[in-house]
């Protein structure tokens, strides 16, 4: 008798290092593993259960018309879909694509073009189905990862925080980078989750969880003005890991005309 | 009438990334092979196009969620080379420890995870785990101080955040470091035990004369930097990369594959290091590498593992040795000015040999960049392995030719996430 809910791990464009945060959970990995059944999760084994599955982790961004299908199909056949990490939740760093000409990038990069399926756009998996929650992060948490599967098994809400690392920061006792040492620091407009390690490292955030809920970007800015950070610096700065997610796509694309 | 037979993976298990493997046999002879990667490319030289050079390390390293310390260093290297820049041994050492991190982890994970399941016949390591529970928990512990080793030098294990040009954000301090030593003590000791495990698998009877191509320094095992040597009387500095290697395009692989101009295929990895630096080896990695009846150059990538294993104890042993003489550098980086110059860099990523080149002008933005990832590289040589593998065996069942030429595959731990995305224009020139 099994009676486990069945757990799907899917990858499409990525680094796989988000869907390695499971395997990087090595204190709870064969926990997890009697808990629910690995129906589907090929970078770790072979045996294929059958569909539907009660969860699905989706990793990666949509790029080929192939997995813009792919993905319908997965979508048809899970309970919940959860995408984890950036790629999944805004499009990942291949989503740079987005602002330029793909056939351009595909000739820097390959000698046959002609070889090569792409789309113009890299895209979150949210812009093609829905998605029952988005684990933001690159990479993502693995603590916050074990908390959205159980939440998931339990039918509950998931509690994953969306204010800034600024209250990691706080939380940890780190003193304010960009207050004491006067380093551009994106922690204001950044979702916590990563425990706020850049500041603890002396250098500023990145960015790596993405906009925070109401983010302040035009507050941010002025206080980057302020520390003497040009424009484009700004620009790129938003323009990273996340940079399709909505608030600093419309504030680098501001921001980008003032230059 | 002839006897076709075709063999059609179409989405390769425990490896990292999408890939595929087609056979076509008629009259049990090769007709057709190919090893495919179907991994959307993503660009990376192209976006890195008109990025600043200190922003390299952090995005080089969003090409591979296992190594990305490898992309972070080799990125390093060349910014470091293109403003002619040096770093103390203090920060090297610190750049060769957290790269003693990754290695563990990522061995630890292919070996026990991801290889070891083929030889004892599991679809997984974590059915493995139901028979041998104790074994499996050493393998996710060995693992663990591998990531912990990151965490604590890199913030985190995966895209580690303080990595930068010119050495480090912040370095520890000697009591950080120190905290570790324990659990590296238990991890060399189940190392060590890992060796003689593994080399206790069946391994098929198959060796190659492959041309090995590795980083190789006279006084260590050649990990964060090195001259780039072969079995064939290759020693080069990591700038003449491109006068030696050159990359080719085929329609069936979003990956270039790479090969020695004038002579072809080569081999990068484990074997390549193992067999180039045998005489580099630490002590007790010598010592259970003959115990485990390896020769001093070690031609079946079968026995990967067991080298895997061989490097688990050569990782280990060195982290212990750098923490034993750490003396916390007064400054976590030098200062690098960018100028209008092209830089090389190279470094050993746990799966092999990763060259990035990139060219800066004297503002210190990108102009372009070229990253040959390990799997790239030993594409051509996995193919060739595969067609020597089924000579012989082509009589076998298909399902058990399947899994043993799947296996094969796994030999080179192939990271196809990391090889999909290369070279610029200059391989139409070649």
Redesign the interface.
Known sequence: MNKRPKLAVW????????Q??L??C??E??AI?ETVE?AYF??????VVEGPYDLSLVEGSV??SH?AERIQEIRAQSGALVTIGACATAG???A??NW?D?S?????????PS??N?LET?TPIGAHVEVDFELRG??ISKYQLLEVVDAFLHERKPNVPRHSVCIECKARGTPCIMVRDGVPCLGPVTQAG?GA??P????GC?G?FGPAETPNLDALAAWWEGLGVEMP?LV?ALR??NAYAPEFREASERYAQRT | MHKEREIDVA????????GAMYLKLVDDQVADLKFKIF?????????L?G??FS?AP??TA?????C?IAYQTSSCNAMEDAAGVSLPDALHDLRRLIYCGEWI?SHG?HIY?LHAPDFLGY?????M?AEF?ER??AG??L??VG?DLMALLG?????P??Y?VGGF??VPKRSELEALEQDLRWGLEAARDTVRWVSGFPFPQFERDYEFVALHTPDEYAIHRGRIVSNRGLDISPREWPDVFEE????WS?A?HARVKGRGAYHVGPLARYSLNYEQLTPLAREEAERAGLGATCRNPFQSIVVRAVELVVAFEEALRIIDGYERPSQ?AVPVEPRNATGHGVSEAPRGLLYHRYEIDGAGHIQSAQIVPPTSQNQLSIEEDLKRYVEGRAQLPDDELQSQL?QAIRNYDPCI?CAT?????E??RA
Request: proline fraction near 5%.
């Open positions: 990858k499409f464009a990525s680094c796989d290092g988000c390695l945060s395997l990087d090595e204190e990995l064969l593993a690995i090929p970078e770790a084994t072979r045996a790029t080929t997995d990942g760093i291949q740079l694509r330029a793909v351009a990038f595909t000739s820097i990069v390959y000698a046959e070889f090569i792409t890299s690159c990479p990563c390690i850049c603890a490292y002396d250098r990145y790596c610096d790129r990273t890991f | 989405y390769l298990a425990r490896v990292e990334g999408e991994e959307p490319p993503r660009f990376f030289e192209a976006l196009q990025r600043r922003e952090d995005i969003r090409i591979c969620g296992i990305p982890e994970l995870f679809v997984s390591g974590i059915a785990a529970p499996v928990a996710l512990r693992k663990k990531n913030g985190r294990e995966i895209h955040i303080n930068r954000y912040r080719e395009h085929v329609e979003n270039l976590p799947e996430s995305h290369f070279l610029d224009l391989v139409d």
